[in-house]
T-cell receptor, first 113, second 113 residues
């Protein structure tokens, strides 16, 4: 089946620190991979995506590379800001043709000044 | 282009009642998916509608149902509410011509007393 294992949080970093949030997946077939971000009191926003092996998704300084050999899609940012404080979700698309996503448990990031 | 809208944003109900939540997708999107988000279970897929037909369903009891109208707007209904149904209900729309990229609304926060 399809599943996502995501690094447990919470994660607390100082401003300008380097961020890594680990995500590994199990899937049959070739899913698309996503990172979503959720700010307090809001829904999910798509942060970045990758649709095939070795693709790198990037947005707002965040990056993640689709690694088929290690079934991973780790999120990284070189220098976090206070405004990056949120919950981050790794997700993969269903590979059976159904249009639904499988989510990790989410990682809460707090960036302190 | 307007985003996904959900109404109401907040609801308080008592056990045994029923509730209907509404979702308007992004213009041109024909697929609408519903997710339940709770602290204990995380984000779980409820069902997906496309062209007024339920295409896929998650592992939820029959008390959870939905429908989609000809203008792609969707409603979900929960009957005989239980305390455990308290959650954030998120609606997402997508253009199925894409890579299952889904755009989420702000959610409806349901509290069951």
């Amino acid at each position: 089946g399809n599943s996502v294992t995501q690094m447990e949080g919470p994660v607390t970093l100082s401003e300008e620190a380097f961020l890594t949030i680990n995500c590994t997946y199990t899937a049959t077939g070739y899913p698309s991979l996503f990172w979503y971000v959720q700010y307090p009191g809001e829904g999910l926003q798509l942060l970045l995506k990758a649709t095939k092996a070795d693709d790198k998704g990037s947005n707002k300084g965040f990056e993640a590379t689709y690694r088929k050999e290690t079934t991973s899609f780790h999120l990284e940012k070189g220098s976090v800001q206070v405004s990056d404080s949120a919950v981050y979700f790794c997700a993969l698309s269903d590979t059976t043709g159904a249009n639904n996503l499988f989510f990790g448990t989410g990682t809460r990031l707090t960036v302190i000044p | 282009k307007a985003g996904v809208t959900q109404t109401p944003r907040y609801l308080i109900k008592t056990r045994g009642q029923q509730v209907t939540l509404s979702c308007s997708p992004i213009s041109g999107h024909r697929s609408v998916s519903w997710y339940q988000q709770t602290p204990g279970q995380g984000l779980q897929f409820l069902f997906e509608y496309f062209s007024e037909t339920q295409r896929n369903k998650g592992n939820f009891p029959g008390r959870f149902s939905g429908r989609q109208f000809s203008n792609s707007r969707s409603e979900m209904n929960v009957s005989t509410l239980e305390l455990g149904d308290s959650a954030l209900y998120l609606c997402a729309s997508s253009n199925v011509a894409g890579y299952n990229e889904q755009f989420f609304g702000p959610g409806t926060r349901l509290t069951v007393l």
